[in-house]
């Protein structure tokens, strides 16, 4: 049985690549081979996912995004518009360095704003929320907000995306009334 996703005409999808249920890929997208996108996902406008690259389920793709083979990201991840993904620690036009790749995790629930550069080899924390404009050059814990270039953790954001204000070590979500606990500066839910 064949999956179910929508494909604009103008999209170009390779051989061997894996297209969950419910997902959509809009205008002049080209998905290479050996990639595999979740189900319900929203590919937008002109995006490349590139050969190896794996998206959960849910994930949000704005227009203008090059998702290159050593990303991976998880389940309900935002990439917001003209985000950039690099590859390579120190790239060379005459060199190839395609087995230099360095991988990025991005974690379940996080976000990476519109014009956000991830230099490759620094993973992005669950619920992490990555400002528009950021450039990430070290590794992102968890529910961490970081903002500006080079990137700086100024605080810590819900599951919800709004910004936790801790009193005493908890805070609670003004939307969800979910409940965080901040321990040795790391965040967690508390159940």
Known sequence: MKNS????????????????DGTKIWHFCHIMPDCQIGKNCNIGQNVVVSPKVVLGNNVKVQNNVSIYTGVTCDDDVFLGPSMVFTNVINPRSAIIRKDAYSKTHVGKGATIGANATIVCGNDIGRYAFIGAG???TKTIPDYALVVGNPGKQTGWMSEFGHKLHFEDGIAVCSESGQKYSLQDNQVSKII
């Open 5 to 20: 996703f929508y494909r604009h005409p103008s999209a170009v999808i390779d051989e061997g690549c894996k297209i969950g």
């Open 134 to 136: 950021a450039v990430i």
